[in-house]
């Protein structure tokens, strides 16, 4: 017969609610805008604008074919998910036109002195 002795729990106290340890701060600037594109459906418009600007210009298949090839030389068991995201994802943000940037950049700008922040 196996006698198990009980471990005596550790009595802690409750762990305090995080958001009633911090004061109340202002927004930044930046929250502020996002929450402005995200309520106005700005932002769903504007990634809806990148997809379609980077398809027309290649860039989605560009990453389709360094992924593959990535995978190809590793060996598809040899790869995971974040290690391919690890290795594409810089040289992806470094391939983006500047055509699309300065597109967005001058959407977001529009966008800005047309809302009321």
Known sequence: MCLMKSKASVNRPPTPD??????????????????KLIETGEKERLMELLRERLVD??????????????VKKKGRNNVTVDELIHVITPKGRASVPDSVKAELLQRIRTFLGSAAL
Do not use: H, Y
């Not at 109340?24 to 929450?35: A, K």
């Not at 210009?57 to 990535?70: H, N, P, Q, V």
């Open 57 to 70: 210009c290649g860039w989605k298949d560009e990453m389709k074919s360094l992924c593959r090839a990535f």
């Open 18 to 35: 995080v958001l009633e340890d911090t004061p109340e701060r202002e927004p930044t600037l930046q929250e502020l805008i996002n929450i």
